[in-house]
Each structure stands twice: as structure tokens, then as C-alpha cells.
T-cell receptor, first 116, second 121 residues
């Protein structure tokens, strides 16, 4: 019944490694997002995808590569992890890109990434 | 760029009392949307309430209501009859239509810094 799910919930890894976070939504939404919440709890958008197409990339380093195999999934792959990548990463979705500026975004439970 | 400011890093309230969380924002737009999200210790981001800027009537959802002052660019959240389960971090967020380099319209949430609310028994 979970609307937006993410795996894993926790991820501890060493600097320099590559890791992926998966996101799935069963709401039938067209648009999905990745947000990053830093250690000060500040939330900032990273990417938005609509039906597998990249809509926005908010000046995120190219070590971060989102991949959308279909409109229900948006995965985040991070190469060469750095200490500063430690954060909570949230996936979210909203129904329709054309009206996304007025729609509620529904969030997943978050993935806490710790880079040692 | 839009900014959202929550000037109260922390607030506390006794159970059953009322508390108001402040939020101000800066925009030159007339068409936008405002949201309050709650993040309890479980970390889940939960929508509390939303307000359309074109609506003059303040939104309400059970014990939660907003005081939306468009001219003052203020969007405060009032929680009545506070419950222990209201303990959480509360984020104010703003959204308006944006256009990407390809000319596609989209929306993105801009969040405030958050206010930690503790409800005491």
C-alpha cells in the first residue's frame, strides 16, 4: 500500500564507492523528483523527471545520475562518493507535469546515506 | 529566486494548547502555491495543509489552519488542541510555475529552514 517507497532506508559506505538508491511510486503519477536534506535539515531539489524524461537538474554534480526505466521508477546512482554526499535523500512524485506547479508532491520515507 | 524564511528554529507547546508557526516568503509572482509539511522523527515528509495564492479563504484541515496574508507574504500555521503526535519538524514550502531550458513548464518546491515543534504532556 506504500505510495512512494525507497530502498534502502539506510546506506553506509566508504568514500570513493558507487551506490544506488531506488524509488518506486504506485500512485500512477507522471512526475518524480529527488530531494536532498543536508545535516542542517535543509531540503533542496536535485532532479525532476516526467515519464522517463529529465525536466530539471538543479546544478547537481555529474557524479549523480538519475535513471528512470519507466514512469513509476526513478533511481539515483552516485559515483565516487564523497563525505559531503552524506545526507537524507527523498524521492517524491506528483501527478501531471503540466500542472505540477500546483500539485501536492508525495514523498517517500527517505534514504539516509552516510559516507565514511 | 524565491526564498522561504521560517524565523523560529524551535517552538514548544503544552498538550491541548494552540501554537502558531511563522513563515514568510519572497516572490514577485501572483500565481503560486504554499504548503506546510511535517517531518516527525520517523523522517517521513507528510503534507499537513496547502493554500492556493488566488484563494482568499484560509485553508483548514481539522486542527490545522493557516493565516495567509498575501500582501505581507506571510503564511503561518496554527495547530489547535496540540497532541503529542504533532511533535515534528515543520517545513513551509513555496511553489510556482517554472520553465526549463527546453520551454517545459514544471513545479519545484522551495523549502524554508524548518521549525522543530515539541509538544509537552
Amino acid at each position: 500500500d506504500t505510495a512512494v517507497s525507497q530502498t534502502p532506508k539506510y546506506l553506509v559506505t566508504q568514500m570513493g564507492n558507487d551506490k544506488s538508491i531506488k524509488c518506486e511510486q504506485n500512485l500512477g503519477h507522471d512526475t518524480m523528483y529527488w530531494y536532498k536534506q543536508d545535516s542542517k535539515k535543509f531540503l533542496k531539489i536535485m532532479f525532476s523527471y516526467n515519464n522517463k524524461e529529465l525536466i530539471i537538474n538543479e546544478t547537481v554534480p555529474n557524479r549523480f545520475s538519475p535513471k528512470s526505466p519507466d514512469k513509476a521508477h526513478l533511481n539515483l546512482h552516485i559515483n565516487s562518493l564523497e563525505l559531503g554526499d552524506s545526507a537524507v535523500y527523498f524521492c517524491a512524485s506528483s501527478q501531471d507535469l503540466r500542472t505540477s506547479y500546483q500539485e501536492t508532491q508525495y514523498f517517500g520515507p527517505g534514504t539516509r546515506l552516510l559516507v565514511l | 529566486a524565491q526564498t522561504v524564511t521560517q524565523s523560529q528554529p524551535e517552538m514548544s507547546v503544552q498538550e491541548a494548547e494552540t501554537v502558531t508557526l511563522s513563515c514568510t516568503y519572497d516572490t514577485s509572482e501572483s500565481n503560486y502555491y504554499l504548503f506546510w509539511y511535517k517531518q516527525p522523527p520517523s523522517r517521513q515528509m507528510i503534507l499537513v495543509i496547502r493554500q492556493e495564492a488566488y484563494k482568499q479563504q484560509n485553508a483548514t484541515e481539522n486542527r490545522f489552519s493557516v493565516n495567509f496574508q498575501k500582501a505581507a507574504k506571510s503564511f503561518s500555521l496554527k495547530i489547535s488542541d496540540s497532541q503529542l503526535g504533532d511533535t515534528a519538524m515543520y517545513f513551509c514550502a513555496f511553489m510556482k510555475p517554472e520553465i526549463n531550458a527546453g520551454g517545459t513548464s514544471y513545479g519545484k518546491l522551495t523549502f524554508g529552514q524548518g521549525t522543530i515543534l515539541t509538544v509537552h504532556p
